[in-house]
Nanobody, 118 residues
Framework: VQLQASGGGLVQAGGSLRLSCAAS????????MGWYRQAPGKRRELVAV???????NIADSVKGRFTISRDNAKNTVYLQMNSLEPSDTAVYYC?????????????WGQGTQVTVSS
């Protein structure tokens, strides 16, 4: 499984960015797709995850500002980030989980930097 993320960058506080992550390399459904982030000196934390059925789990710190969605036909997950704050500055990692024949695999993208200036 390969994950190709894009969309990071530098933005001023209050601005918006959209991250995309395309998964490939498997003929089976990707069950969970989403994003984690890691700021300098901090542990990696969940941002938002969406299941193949459309259920979402979104961190309290970004609720109301970030929206996660996916296109199952394209195996792509999106993270629309609005009203960005300097505290959102981190490396954002794409994540997918896939269960095939009772074997669960978790895969991570290479990370994309998001920097929010004050």
């Amino acid at each position: 499984v390969q994950l190709q993320a894009s969309g990071g960058g530098l933005v001023q506080a209050g601005g918006s960015l959209r991250l995309s992550c395309a998964a490939s390399g498997s003929i089976f459904t990707f069950n969970d797709m989403g994003w984690y982030r890691q700021a300098p000196g901090k542990r990696r934390e969940l941002v938002a995850v969406i299941t193949d059925g459309g259920s979402t789990n979104i961190a309290d710190s970004v609720k109301g500002r970030f929206t996660i969605s996916r296109d199952n036909a394209k195996n792509t997950v999106y993270l629309q980030m609005n009203s960005l704050e300097p505290s959102d500055t981190a490396v954002y990692y794409c994540y997918v989980k896939q269960a095939v024949f009772r074997v669960t695999g978790e895969y991570w993208g290479q990370g994309t930097q998001v920097t929010v200036s004050s």
